[in-house]
Every structure is written in structure tokens, then in C-alpha cells.
């Protein structure tokens, strides 16, 4: 209690410090009086008594200060000296305080964005209670790629003790209709009915599903996500109850989920799983499996116990099991983003500790550069009496309050870049992935901002080690002592920022190239005519490929009666996508050769019209071809070339296949080549080369998701209202989604990459000015400091080029080992890059030579200035200085 | 520097303020140091100074109390009161205090061993 009153009353006495001195003024002065009353009444005189009563009572100051030591925190009060002193420094050198302030606010901010979106993606987890204890259960298949789980299966892991609970899901893709308004195409999750209450989040409106609503035969229910009920039925609370239409069948509404919880990814609507009658089978394996970990269990137990379980299904069912080796337990980041978004997200943070680095280093060289006057300063301070600890902390204060202003403005930039971030990546990552900041990124920032701080704040101390108070007293403030330490110093970081700038300038020359390579992509089309719009015929309406071939050939139809419409066709690739990889084989093929993957894509007779390509040899599907009894496939000329070098194919025969035919299983029909078309791309261009390709009738493989191509010679854009309202004539219940042209469908295939150049682009720029600045800093106080030097020179008759070689050869020297370095580290760089590079490789000698000279001329720019300082030095000015 | 010696003065010099002030009722800080003289008989010269700084203390420990009020003399001055909380350390202290100074004239008064 006494203690407790004590602190308090010295923490008071710090803020009414001024009032108490005051109180404390007055007290002594009425002290002064009495005794001096009490002198003259003991027979002084009035001077003589006031002169004795001041001795008596001790020196003022002295007694004041003691005063304010005994009431107050001597400690604090001397830290706020200090820091008063700081801020005062800083205020005079605004100067160099604006430019670390400015600098560390690039660097902290560049790497808290780099946290942010590490911590966004891989540690904040589902925005659900506890998110840290769910795991993803999965099979691994030969290959090492994850499997989902069957129904079955999902059952029997459920009997583990280690788990509050499992449950599975399964995404897909579905029409919704309904009176309110056009029909959509929505996420639809099929969960089953614990997930919810594993989750332990609860519907905001209606109820949760009930294990009744999985049993089979039950009657369909349906719960809608928030963001769905908002915006399809305007949030009106009487939609549950009523019945809506998924696929075209019937579901009553039973409830509406709280908000913010769309998982697995951005559902509209979950139903329960009821498994359908191929469903019940063991090897049917669809199901996505999320567990949550018992209270007192960890991740390691629970695989022990799930490995346990999954070995003995195994071992009871060898044939069911026969495509898998084992299981896997992961957090749910690992399982959803894991690959190459870990890869991506990782290789920028790197990138940004990078410029962090380059930022202090450049701080570093600004303070170590002026420690020569601090020197001075501080051997004054060591002479009247400072500590060595007492030098350290006002260092380390005046560090903290430049970098902590830093550590501000780079959280701002911070929060502007993951903003900008979040509106250019869109839906990349699961709509868990918040792209923000949150505590954990201010906590970061601070940290960073200390830690800077501690490493800056004691670099002056490098100059001031060792040295006699005396010598930096009498030095001038020239600041020898500790030069050629200084000197060192600041080159080595010279060059190590120049060469964490050529590792940053690396990836962003290569991914540059890479998006250059990605947009001069030959296709083998003129895609600048091409409009696509996406549709997916409902199976409850289109149940047949009759049907769904009836409405493909209508849709053209109407579409190529549009003014301006060339062509239309009905595809399941157009330019760039395929209809899936299959496997084929070639007839006459030895036994035993492997068949290979080939693109497949099912198109109708006027695809290659509207491709505005005719074929190379053979003729072209007619339309009856693909009717039971005609098989027939055309062939792209990779694949003719391929694996019928130096013959005609036509007329040869090919077949799909899979890789392990289960018992009874047979192979596709031979089917007869007929025609050879042009290479037309239906891969990734990212590739970089275009993939045998397979074309089938649609009639025969008639998908229910199918894109429409159309060829026209107005403005693309232009016709796409028509197309809709044509669209529709034909199907209202239609699901629309917005036609967009090849060229847009591309640009979009490209928006990773450009994302992902245009960071490390930002990155590099700033790397390279803040290297450029440094070696600049360094050699413009290399030539101050020689300034009496060249005038000496200059007065016995050095020539200017002589003096500007003076200067420029060591920056050379310095450029040329940062170069070095730096492009081992763009090399490095590269191959962490590799999944994100086409066209190009990590070593690429092209970029690689770029950033070379372009980091050659930056740096002899940045020493040119000073150099010619030097070069126009006035001998007579100098020496008299001297 | 100065510490090291003063520690027990400090210690003593509360003792005599708190003695003084529960003696003789409230007092300013000029009476508390002529009236520690005056006991002492003038063998111990304070520095008058080192009165404050023992009274700041008391006071921040909430073993007296503080306020403004007139002097017999008419003059403005800070007076000092001791509080529930001082008579009670004065009282420890007093124990304390008499306790130590018994060993300290016991340990005095061992004759010297003989050789």
C-alpha cells in the first residue's frame, strides 16, 4: 500500500513537475525568512542575517535538484531529457530525419506487406473458434497428390477417438432458380450434416441441418449463405420455409447462414450429403474431409490414429484402396493454398525482408557518415561525465523515435499496398484469406521498428569505440577516428545493398519477360474476332446428349443470324482451354507402349470456320459424324507430326483408354482419323508449346458445360447484348455468365504473372534507388572529406579527368563486386521463381545483361556528381581553408 | 557518492523528523530543524537543506501530511502533521531502533580479550 502510494506520488510529481518545483520555491523562501528573522533577532545585521540564513539552508540549486530526485523517477525524468535532446536533434537535422524516416517507412512498410500477407494466408486460418485445431484428412494417391475420401470411408474415420469430429464436402457447381429472379450459377456445398455444428458456427436465421436431413430418402433441404440472401432475395427473412430449385429440383430453405461463413470457398448454398446410389460404393472417393482436434489431442496423435485406421482399410479392401498409399493430416492453409501459392507468398516476403535490409543498410551509411560530427558530441558528453550507458541509451533513443515514426508511416504504406493487393489478386485464395492487417502486422511493425532501431541506433558507436575524447574534441568534428573503420563499413553495405537490388531486379526482369512471352503467345487463331460466353446446360432439362446437341445446333443458329455475326460454334475449348486430357492410343501400337495424354476437345462442324482456320488434310466433321457407328476424330498437326512422323495419317485409328482398366472395363471404341487442322493452342501459354490435340464430334461427346465461340467482324464488345438476348430466347432458365472476348479471357490468364512482376517491379525500383542513393551518400562524403586531398592535387597540377578517375574507380570497383553477387542472386532468385517463369530461365543472359548495365549506369550516375565536385576543386580555396 | 554514508543518517534523521512532529504536533519545515537542533543541543548541525528532502520522502510514503497555513510570525509556510500511518512506523521504528542501540552498547562495551 505504501509502496503503491509512493509510486503513485511519484509519478504525479513527474507531470505537475513545474507546480512542484514552485511549491518547493516557496517553501525554502519562507524557510530563509524565519531564519532570517531569527538571526537578527539574535543581534545581526538584516545583510549579514539574510547572507548566514542562505548558507544555513544549503545551495538552492543543488537542494532543488536533490528536491526533484527525491519526489520524482530520476531515471524517467533523465529519459525524457534524453528524449526531449532527441527530438530536438531531429528537428534540427530534419533533413537527414525526414530522409530515415522516409527510407525506414519504405523498407518496414515493403515488409510488413510481405507479413501481412504470410500471416493472412498461413496463420490466421479460419475465421472460426479455435481455427487452429482443424486439419484436413486426405488420401495420398502413388503420385503423391492428395485424394478425396469416400462416404464409406469418411464413416469409419469418424470412429477416432482423437477428433471432436469429422466431416465431409464436396464443392460443385449448380443452377439456381427460383421466382425472384434470373437464374444463376452458384457454388453449391454438399457437406455432411455435422459440418456446421463442427465448424461451430450456426445459421443466423432458420436452422442447422439435423442428421435426419442426410438420411437417404429424405426430404431436400437447402441453406443459404448471407451473401446470397442479401442479394438474391433482399435479405427478407420469410424465404425460409419456401422452396428454391437446384439443378432444376426442388429444396426447401431451412435456414441462412451467419455472415462471413461461405466455407469451404465463397458457397452460395449447402445441402446436405446424401450419398447417391454410385456414391455408396467404397472407391467412389469425392468427399473432402475437415477434422477438428480433440481438446487434448494434437496433430501428431490423431495422423497416428487415422494412419492406424486407414492401414486397416487398406489391408481389407486391396482393390478399393488399390490407387492410394496413405493419408494425410495438414492444417487447412497447408491443404487449400499449400504448392505454389506458398511458394508465391514466401518469395515475397523474402523479397521484401530484402528491401528492409537495403533500407536500414542505407540508414546505416547515412548515420555512420555523420557519426563523425556525433563523434565529437559524444567525447564531450564522455568528458563531463556521461556513461557509457548513459551514451548508449541517448543513441538508441534518438534511434528508436526516427525508426518508431517509420515504423508508422510504414504501416500505412503497408495498408495501402495489401489494399491495392487484395483488389488486383481478387478470388486467388480461399475467402478465408483476408488480405489485411491486423494485430499480429502492427505487433510486426513495432518489432521491426525496435529492431531497427537497436542495429542503426549503435552504428555511430562503431566510430566512437576506442577513440580518445581528447583527439575527437580537438579532430574538429572532422571525425579521423574510426574513418578507415567507417570507410570499410559503408562499402561493404554499398555493396551488399547494390547486390540484394540486382537479386530483386532479377525476378523482375524475368517475370517482365515472362509476361511479354505470355502476351506474344501465338494461339494459331486471330483471336482479336472471337467472342466466348460460357453455358452449362442443366441436366434435368438437357438430360440427353440429344438434347443437349439439339440446343447447341439452335444456339448457333440464332447466334450466326446476328448482323455481324460471322460464325458461331459450340465448343468444350475454345483457344486456350481444352475439354480435358485423356489418354489415347494409337492402333498398330506395340504392346505394352504407354498411351500418352492428349488434349480432347468436342466441337461441332463449324468450329474450325470460326476459328478462321481451314484443315491441313482430310475434311472436316460432317454432321452426322459422331452418330453411333461413325467414331471419328480429327488430329492436330503436333500430333500427326508427332506419332505419325513422315506419314498420312488419315484414315488410321486412335482410341482413349485409362491407365488401370478395372475388371470388365474395356477401352474406348477405334475411332478413324478424317482430318488434320492447323495447331490451334489448348493449353496453358504458360506452356509455351501446344499440345496434341484430339477433336471429337459433340454430338458424340456432348458435354453439359460448353463454351459458345463466335466469330465476328463488328467490334467484339459489340455484339455481346445481342448474343445475350438470343441466349435467352432460346432458355430463359439459362444461367448467364458475361460473354467476354478470347483477348479478355487471355489478358486474365496473364494477371498473376503481371501481379506478380508489377510487386517485384516496385520492389526493384525501390531497391534500386535507395543502392543508387547510397553510393551516392558515400561518395559525396569520400569527396568532402578529400576536398584539402584534390586541392593539393589540383594545385600540383593533377588534370580534372585524373581527379574524377579518383573518385570513380573505387565506386567502379564497388559496382563491379555488387554486380557479381548480385547476379548469382538473380540467378537464385530465378530458380525460386521457376513455376512462374515462361519463356525464359533463370539464367537467362538477356535480362541477366540488362540489369547489369542498367545497374552500371545507375551506379556511375549516382558517383558522377560528387566525382566532378571533385574535379572542379579551386586549390586556393581549399588550402586557405586549411 | 554521498549515499553510502548518508544511509544511515537518512533512516535516523526520518526517525527524529516523525519523533519531533508526533511530539510536538504539526510544525513547518524551518521549526522541525530548529527543533532538532535544539534537542541535539546543537551537537548534530544539520544542513537546515536535507530537512525538505527528508520531509518530500515522509510525505510520498504517506507517513505525514502536508499543508499551507501561518507561521506565529505571520509568514506563509508549509505545514507538516504526522498521519496514522507515520505513528505507527514511528512506533516500529522506535522498537527497532531501541533494539539495535542495545546491541550496538552491548558490542561497545565487550571488554578487550586478554593477551
Same mark, same amino acid.
Given at each position: 500500500?505504501?509502496?503503491?502510494?509512493?509510486?503513485?506520488?511519484?509519478?504525479?510529481?513527474?507531470?505537475?513537475?513545474?507546480?512542484?518545483?514552485?511549491?518547493?520555491?516557496?517553501?525554502?523562501?519562507?524557510?530563509?525568512?524565519?531564519?532570517?528573522?531569527?538571526?537578527?533577532?539574535?543581534?545581526?545585521?538584516?545583510?549579514? #542575517?539574510?547572507?548566514?540564513?542562505?548558507?544555513?539552508?544549503?545551495?538552492?540549486?543543488?537542494?532543488?535538484?536533490?528536491?526533484?530526485?527525491?519526489?520524482?523517477?530520476?531515471?524517467?525524468?533523465?529519459?525524457?531529457?534524453?528524449?526531449?535532446?532527441?527530438?530536438?536533434?531531429?528537428?534540427?537535422?530534419?533533413?537527414?530525419?525526414?530522409?530515415?524516416?522516409?527510407?525506414?517507412?519504405?523498407?518496414?512498410?515493403?515488409?510488413?506487406?510481405?507479413?501481412?500477407?504470410?500471416?493472412?494466408?498461413?496463420?490466421?486460418?479460419?475465421?472460426?473458434?479455435?481455427?487452429?485445431?482443424?486439419?484436413?484428412?486426405?488420401?495420398?494417391?502413388?503420385?503423391?497428390?492428395?485424394?478425396?475420401?469416400?462416404?464409406?470411408?469418411? !464413416?469409419?474415420?469418424?470412429?477416432?477417438?482423437?477428433?471432436?469430429?469429422?466431416? %465431409?464436402?464436396?464443392?460443385?457447381?449448380?443452377?439456381?432458380?427460383?421466382?425472384?429472379?434470373?437464374?444463376?450459377?452458384?457454388?453449391?456445398?454438399?457437406?455432411?450434416?455435422?459440418?456446421?455444428?463442427?465448424? %461451430?458456427?450456426?445459421?443466423?436465421?432458420?436452422?442447422?441441418?439435423?442428421?435426419?436431413?442426410?438420411?437417404?430418402?429424405?426430404?431436400?433441404?437447402?441453406?443459404?449463405?448471407?451473401?446470397?440472401?442479401?442479394?438474391?432475395?433482399?435479405?427478407?427473412?420469410?424465404?425460409?420455409?419456401?422452396?428454391?430449385?437446384?439443378?432444376?429440383?426442388?429444396?426447401?430453405?431451412?435456414?441462412?447462414?451467419?455472415?462471413?461463413?461461405?466455407?469451404?470457398?465463397?458457397?452460395?448454398?449447402?445441402?446436405?450429403?446424401?450419398?447417391?446410389?454410385?456414391?455408396?460404393?467404397?472407391?467412389?472417393?469425392?468427399?473432402?474431409?475437415?477434422?477438428?482436434?480433440?481438446?487434448?489431442?494434437?496433430?501428431?496423435?490423431?495422423?497416428?490414429?487415422?494412419?492406424?485406421?486407414?492401414?486397416?482399410?487398406?489391408?481389407?479392401?486391396?482393390?478399393?484402396?488399390?490407387?492410394?498409399?496413405?493419408?494425410?493430416?495438414?492444417?487447412?492453409?497447408?491443404?487449400?493454398?499449400?504448392?505454389?501459392?506458398?511458394?508465391?507468398?514466401?518469395?515475397?516476403?523474402?523479397?521484401?525482408?530484402?528491401?528492409?535490409?537495403?533500407?536500414?543498410?542505407?540508414?546505416?551509411?547515412?548515420?555512420?557518415?555523420?557519426?563523425?560530427?556525433?563523434?565529437?558530441?559524444?567525447?564531450?558528453?564522455?568528458?563531463?561525465?556521461?556513461?557509457?550507458?548513459?551514451?548508449?541509451?541517448?543513441?538508441?533513443?534518438?534511434?528508436?523515435?526516427?525508426?518508431? #515514426?517509420?515504423?508508422?508511416?510504414?504501416?500505412?504504406?503497408?495498408?495501402?499496398?495489401?489494399?491495392?493487393?487484395?483488389?488486383?489478386?481478387?478470388?486467388?485464395?480461399?475467402?478465408?484469406?483476408?488480405?489485411?492487417?491486423?494485430?499480429?502486422?502492427?505487433?510486426?511493425?513495432?518489432?521491426?521498428?525496435?529492431?531497427?532501431?537497436?542495429?542503426?541506433?549503435?552504428?555511430?558507436?562503431?566510430?566512437?569505440?576506442?577513440?580518445?575524447?581528447?583527439?575527437?574534441?580537438? *579532430?574538429?568534428?572532422?571525425?579521423?577516428?574510426?574513418?578507415?573503420?567507417?570507410?570499410?563499413?559503408?562499402?561493404? &553495405?554499398?555493396?551488399?545493398?547494390?547486390?540484394?537490388?540486382?537479386?530483386?531486379?532479377?525476378?523482375?526482369?524475368?517475370?517482365?519477360?515472362?509476361?511479354?512471352?505470355?502476351?506474344?503467345?501465338?494461339?494459331?487463331?486471330?483471336?482479336?474476332?472471337?467472342?466466348?460466353?460460357?453455358?452449362? !446446360?442443366?441436366?434435368?432439362?438437357?438430360?440427353?446428349?440429344?438434347?443437349?446437341?439439339?440446343?447447341?445446333?439452335?444456339?448457333?443458329?440464332?447466334?450466326?443470324?446476328?448482323?455481324?455475326?460471322?460464325?458461331?460454334?459450340?465448343?468444350?475449348?475454345?483457344?486456350?482451354?481444352?475439354?480435358?486430357?485423356?489418354?489415347?492410343?494409337?492402333?498398330?501400337?506395340?504392346? %505394352?507402349?504407354?498411351?500418352?495424354?492428349?488434349?480432347?476437345?468436342?466441337?461441332?462442324?463449324?468450329?474450325?470456320?470460326?476459328?478462321?482456320?481451314?484443315?491441313?488434310?482430310?475434311?472436316?466433321?460432317?454432321?452426322?459424324?459422331?452418330?453411333?457407328?461413325?467414331?471419328?476424330?480429327?488430329?492436330?498437326?503436333? &500430333?500427326?507430326?508427332?506419332?505419325?512422323?513422315?506419314?498420312?495419317?488419315?484414315?488410321?485409328?486412335?482410341?482413349?483408354?485409362?491407365?488401370?482398366?478395372?475388371?470388365?472395363?474395356?477401352?474406348?471404341?477405334?475411332?478413324?482419323?478424317?482430318?488434320?487442322?492447323? *495447331?490451334?493452342?489448348?493449353?496453358?501459354?504458360?506452356?509455351?508449346?501446344?499440345?496434341?490435340?484430339?477433336?471429337?464430334?459433340?454430338?458424340?461427346?456432348?458435354?453439359?458445360?460448353?463454351?459458345?465461340?463466335?466469330?465476328?467482324?463488328?467490334?467484339?464488345?459489340?455484339?455481346?447484348?445481342?448474343? !445475350?438476348?438470343?441466349?435467352?430466347?432460346?432458355?430463359?432458365?439459362?444461367?448467364?455468365?458475361?460473354?467476354?472476348?478470347?483477348?479478355?479471357?487471355?489478358?486474365?490468364?496473364?494477371?498473376?504473372?503481371?501481379?506478380?512482376?508489377?510487386?517485384?517491379?516496385?520492389?526493384?525500383?525501390?531497391?534500386?534507388?535507395?543502392?543508387?542513393?547510397?553510393?551516392?551518400?558515400?561518395?559525396?562524403?569520400?569527396?568532402?572529406?578529400?576536398?584539402?586531398?584534390?586541392?593539393?592535387?589540383?594545385? !600540383?597540377?593533377?588534370?580534372?579527368?585524373? &581527379?574524377?578517375? &579518383?573518385?570513380?574507380?573505387?565506386?567502379?570497383?564497388?559496382?563491379?563486386?555488387?554486380?557479381?553477387?548480385?547476379?548469382?542472386?538473380?540467378?537464385?532468385?530465378?530458380?525460386?521463381?521457376?513455376?512462374?517463369?515462361?519463356?525464359?530461365?533463370?539464367? *537467362?543472359?538477356?535480362?541477366?545483361?540488362?540489369?547489369?548495365?542498367?545497374?552500371?549506369?545507375?551506379?556511375?550516375?549516382?558517383?558522377?556528381?560528387?566525382?566532378?565536385?571533385?574535379?572542379?576543386?579551386?586549390?586556393?580555396?581549399?588550402?586557405?581553408?586549411? | 557518492?554521498?549515499?553510502?554514508?548518508?544511509?544511515? $543518517?537518512?533512516?535516523? $534523521?526520518?526517525?527524529?523528523? $516523525?519523533? =519531533?512532529?508526533?511530539?510536538?504536533?504539526?510544525?513547518?519545515? +524551518?521549526?522541525?530543524?530548529?527543533?532538532?537542533?535544539?534537542?541535539?543541543?546543537?551537537?548534530?548541525?544539520?544542513?537546515?537543506? =536535507?530537512? +525538505? $528532502?527528508?520531509?518530500?520522502?515522509?510525505?510520498?510514503?504517506?507517513?505525514?501530511?502536508?499543508?499551507?497555513?501561518?507561521?506565529?510570525?505571520?509568514?506563509?509556510?508549509?505545514?507538516?502533521?504526522?498521519?496514522?500511518?507515520?505513528?505507527?512506523?514511528?512506533?516500529?521504528? =522506535?522498537?527497532?531502533?531501541?533494539?539495535?542501540?542495545?546491541?550496538?552498547?552491548?558490542?561497545?562495551?565487550?571488554?578487550?580479550?586478554?593477551?
Amino acid at each position: 500500500m505504501t509502496t503503491l502510494r509512493h509510486v503513485v506520488a511519484r509519478l504525479r510529481a513527474l507531470w505537475r513537475g513545474g507546480d512542484l518545483d514552485r511549491d518547493f520555491e516557496q517553501e525554502l523562501q519562507s524557510h530563509l525568512a524565519m531564519l532570517t528573522d531569527d538571526n537578527i533577532r539574535n543581534g545581526m545585521a538584516p545583510g549579514e #542575517a539574510r547572507r548566514q540564513a542562505a548558507i544555513r539552508l544549503g545551495a538552492a540549486g543543488s537542494l532543488h535538484s536533490q528536491h526533484r530526485d527525491a519526489r520524482g523517477l530520476p531515471a524517467f525524468e533523465s529519459l525524457l531529457q534524453d528524449l526531449r535532446f532527441a527530438g530536438r536533434l531531429s528537428i534540427k537535422d530534419r533533413w537527414l530525419s525526414a530522409t530515415i524516416v522516409a527510407v525506414l517507412a519504405l523498407g518496414i512498410g515493403a515488409n510488413t506487406f510481405g507479413f501481412a500477407l504470410v500471416n493472412a494466408a498461413f496463420w490466421r486460418g479460419l475465421p472460426v473458434p479455435g481455427s487452429g485445431r482443424f486439419v484436413m484428412v486426405s488420401w495420398l494417391d502413388r503420385d503423391g497428390r492428395r485424394d478425396p475420401a469416400s462416404h464409406v470411408e469418411l !464413416l469409419e474415420w469418424q470412429q477416432a477417438t482423437q477428433f471432436d469430429g469429422l466431416a %465431409g464436402y464436396q464443392e460443385t457447381q449448380a443452377s439456381l432458380s427460383d421466382g425472384h429472379a434470373p437464374p444463376e450459377r452458384i457454388h453449391r456445398t454438399r457437406m455432411t450434416t455435422n459440418g456446421f455444428a463442427l465448424l %461451430g458456427l450456426g445459421p443466423s436465421l432458420g436452422r442447422d441441418f439435423t442428421a435426419a436431413d442426410g438420411g437417404i430418402g429424405s426430404p431436400p433441404v437447402v441453406i443459404l449463405s448471407d451473401p446470397l440472401w442479401r442479394r438474391r432475395y433482399g435479405s427478407d427473412p420469410k424465404i425460409v420455409g419456401t422452396a428454391i430449385r437446384i439443378d432444376g429440383a426442388h429444396a426447401t430453405v431451412i435456414g441462412v447462414m451467419s455472415e462471413g461463413m461461405l466455407f469451404p470457398d465463397r458457397s452460395d448454398v449447402w445441402v446436405p450429403f446424401v450419398p447417391a446410389v454410385e456414391e455408396r460404393a467404397r472407391e467412389a472417393r469425392g468427399l473432402e474431409v475437415i477434422g477438428r482436434l480433440a481438446p487434448e489431442s494434437g496433430q501428431r496423435q490423431a495422423r497416428a490414429e487415422l494412419e492406424t485406421i486407414s492401414r486397416a482399410q487398406m489391408s481389407a479392401h486391396p482393390v478399393e484402396t488399390n490407387g492410394v498409399t496413405g493419408i494425410r493430416v495438414e492444417s487447412v492453409a497447408d491443404n487449400t493454398i499449400g504448392g505454389m501459392g506458398r511458394r508465391l507468398i514466401t518469395i515475397l516476403m523474402a523479397a521484401t525482408a530484402f528491401v528492409l535490409v537495403i533500407a536500414v543498410a542505407n540508414v546505416v551509411i547515412l548515420l555512420l557518415l555523420r557519426s563523425g560530427a556525433r563523434a565529437r558530441e559524444m567525447a564531450l558528453r564522455a568528458a563531463v561525465g556521461a556513461t557509457r550507458g548513459r551514451l548508449v541509451r541517448q543513441l538508441l533513443i534518438e534511434s528508436l523515435l526516427l525508426s518508431l #515514426a517509420g515504423a508508422a508511416a510504414g504501416l500505412a504504406i503497408a495498408a495501402i499496398a495489401v489494399q491495392l493487393f487484395a483488389a488486383a489478386v481478387g478470388e486467388w485464395l480461399p475467402y478465408w484469406v483476408v488480405w489485411a492487417l491486423d494485430y499480429r502486422a502492427f505487433g510486426y511493425a513495432a518489432a521491426i521498428g525496435i529492431a531497427t532501431a537497436v542495429v542503426f541506433g549503435l552504428a555511430p558507436l562503431v566510430s566512437l569505440h576506442r577513440g580518445h575524447a581528447m583527439e575527437a574534441i580537438h *579532430d574538429g568534428g572532422r571525425g579521423t577516428i574510426g574513418g578507415v573503420r567507417i570507410r570499410r563499413l559503408t562499402t561493404a &553495405l554499398v555493396v551488399a545493398e547494390l547486390s540484394m537490388a540486382i537479386a530483386l531486379l532479377g525476378g523482375a526482369g524475368l517475370l517482365a519477360r515472362s509476361v511479354a512471352a505470355l502476351s506474344a503467345v501465338d494461339l494459331g487463331v486471330d483471336t482479336s474476332r472471337l467472342v466466348t460466353m460460357n453455358i452449362t !446446360l442443366p441436366e434435368a432439362r438437357y438430360p440427353t446428349p440429344e438434347s443437349r446437341r439439339q440446343f447447341a445446333s439452335n444456339v448457333q443458329g440464332a447466334i450466326a443470324a446476328i448482323a455481324g455475326v460471322e460464325t458461331a460454334t459450340i465448343t468444350t475449348g475454345v483457344p486456350a482451354r481444352d475439354g480435358g486430357e485423356r489418354l489415347m492410343e494409337i492402333e498398330g501400337w506395340l504392346e %505394352g507402349q504407354a498411351p500418352v495424354f492428349v488434349s480432347t476437345v468436342a466441337i461441332t462442324p463449324t468450329f474450325f470456320d470460326t476459328l478462321g482456320i481451314g484443315l491441313t488434310g482430310g475434311s472436316n466433321f460432317g454432321e452426322l459424324d459422331g452418330a453411333p457407328g461413325s467414331d471419328v476424330a480429327i488430329i492436330n498437326q503436333r &500430333l500427326a507430326a508427332q506419332y505419325f512422323p513422315g506419314q498420312d495419317p488419315i484414315g488410321r485409328r486412335l482410341r482413349f483408354t485409362v491407365r488401370r482398366l478395372a475388371p470388365g472395363q474395356a477401352p474406348g471404341r477405334w475411332r478413324t482419323i478424317v482430318g488434320v487442322a492447323p *495447331d490451334v493452342s489448348h493449353g496453358s501459354p504458360a506452356d509455351g508449346y501446344i499440345n496434341a490435340a484430339v477433336y471429337v464430334p459433340y454430338r458424340e461427346m456432348a458435354a453439359a458445360a460448353v463454351s459458345l465461340l463466335i466469330n465476328t467482324a463488328r467490334a467484339p464488345e459489340s455484339i455481346i447484348p445481342q448474343v !445475350l438476348r438470343e441466349v435467352q430466347k432460346l432458355d430463359a432458365d439459362l444461367p448467364i455468365v458475361e460473354p467476354r472476348t478470347i483477348r479478355d479471357l487471355l489478358a486474365g490468364d496473364r494477371g498473376p504473372y503481371r501481379l506478380y512482376g508489377l510487386i517485384f517491379a516496385a520492389f526493384a525500383v525501390i531497391a534500386v534507388a535507395l543502392s543508387a542513393a547510397a553510393v551516392y551518400a558515400v561518395i559525396a562524403y569520400a569527396v568532402a572529406r578529400r576536398q584539402a586531398e584534390f586541392g593539393v592535387r589540383a594545385a !600540383l597540377g593533377a588534370s580534372a579527368p585524373t &581527379l574524377v578517375w &579518383l573518385v570513380l574507380r573505387p565506386a567502379l570497383a564497388q559496382l563491379a563486386v555488387g554486380i557479381t553477387i548480385g547476379l548469382a542472386g538473380a540467378i537464385a532468385t530465378g530458380r525460386a521463381l521457376a513455376g512462374m517463369l515462361v519463356g525464359v530461365t533463370a539464367g *537467362d543472359p538477356i535480362t541477366l545483361f540488362g540489369i547489369a548495365v542498367t545497374l552500371t549506369v545507375v551506379g556511375i550516375a549516382a558517383s558522377l556528381r560528387p566525382a566532378l565536385r571533385a574535379a572542379r576543386v579551386n586549390p586556393a580555396t581549399v588550402l586557405r581553408a586549411e | 557518492v554521498a549515499d553510502d554514508k548518508s544511509d544511515i $543518517l537518512q533512516g535516523t $534523521l526520518d526517525l527524529m523528523v $516523525l519523533k =519531533t512532529l508526533d511530539a510536538m504536533g504539526p510544525m513547518h519545515g +524551518y521549526g522541525v530543524a530548529r527543533r532538532i537542533e535544539q534537542i541535539s543541543e546543537d551537537a548534530l548541525h544539520i544542513n537546515q537543506g =536535507t530537512i +525538505y $528532502l527528508c520531509l518530500i520522502r515522509l510525505v510520498q510514503k504517506g507517513w505525514i501530511d502536508a499543508s499551507w497555513g501561518t507561521s506565529e510570525n505571520n509568514r506563509k509556510a508549509k505545514f507538516y502533521a504526522i498521519s496514522r500511518a507515520g505513528r505507527k512506523q514511528l512506533a516500529s521504528e =522506535t522498537r527497532n531502533w531501541e533494539r539495535v542501540a542495545g546491541v550496538i552498547g552491548r558490542v561497545l562495551q565487550l571488554a578487550p580479550k586478554k593477551s
